[in-house]
């Protein structure tokens, strides 16, 4: 069956600064690719997606990429603010199927 | 939209009693999922249900745990006996499509059992 790993599990970077979070898959027939934002006391909320036929995604300060020769996607936040500290977590899924989730990423931000 | 429902938010209950969670989905959504959230083991899928059928419960943990969807608005997720290894956070989600769609998740149950 799938597995996901994602890496790192811990990530704090200064206000201002870029986060980048690393996901990779093992299911060479999975064809999407969900990111995940939990806040405390909340349950995960789809923040941005990736289908198989799309290398690379950006919704504002956000954006994910995609390796499929690889197996390898990523999430990529850009000028970070407060409010984007929380839990992260990554997924995979082929059609028809149930989706993996990674084991997620505390992402802090310092002021 | 209400978005889903999940009851009680939470709860604390003594090992041995038999606990039930509650789960609303989406109107119009097809599939639900039960998942279990805990910081060892992280997020867990149970079982999931498509059209009211449950199609994959090999996350149930054991034979203490069940889940039923009676009808497309609601589902249970049954603890008997509870033990104190399943406390964690207990989420619903629904889709309108399986697999390949957005889950919208519920706010989550948290159980406690002593």
């Known amino acids: 069956g799938e597995n996901v790993e994602q890496h790192p599990s811990t990530l704090s970077v200064q206000e201002g600064d870029s986060a980048v979070i690393k996901c990779t898959y093992s299911?060479?027939?999975?064809?999407?690719f969900p990111w995940y934002k939990q806040e405390l006391g909340k349950g995960p909320q789809l923040i941005i997606d990736?289908?198989?036929?799309?290398g690379e995604k950006k919704d504002q300060r956000i954006a994910v990429t995609l390796n499929k020769t690889a197996k390898h996607f990523s999430l990529h936040i850009t000028e970070t603010q407060p409010e984007d500290s929380a839990v992260y977590f990554c997924?995979?899924?082929?059609?028809?199927?149930?989706?993996?989730f990674g084991k997620g990423t505390r992402l802090h931000i310092l002021p | 939209d209400a978005g889903v429902i999940q009851s009680p938010r939470h709860e604390v209950t003594e090992m041995g009693q038999e606990v039930t969670l509650r789960c609303k989905p989406i109107?119009?959504?097809?599939?639900l999922f039960w998942y279990r959230q805990t910081m060892m083991r992280g997020l867990e899928l149970l079982i999931y249900?498509?059209?009211?059928?449950?199609?994959?419960d090999s996350g149930m943990p054991e034979d203490r745990f069940s889940a039923k969807m009676p009808n497309a608005s609601f589902s249970t997720l049954k603890i008997q006996p509870s033990e104190p290894r399943d406390s964690a956070v207990y989420f619903c989600?629904?889709?309108?499509?399986?697999?390949?769609?957005?889950?919208?998740f519920g706010p989550g149950t948290r159980l406690t059992v002593l």
């Open positions: 989600a629904s889709t309108s499509r399986q697999g390949g769609d957005t889950q919208y």
């Open positions: 299911d060479s027939a999975s064809n999407y």
């Open positions: 990736i289908r198989s036929n799309v």
């Open positions: 997924a995979a899924s082929k059609r028809d199927d149930k989706i993996i």
């Open positions: 109107s119009g959504h097809n599939s």
């Open positions: 249900f498509n059209n009211n059928v449950p199609i994959d």
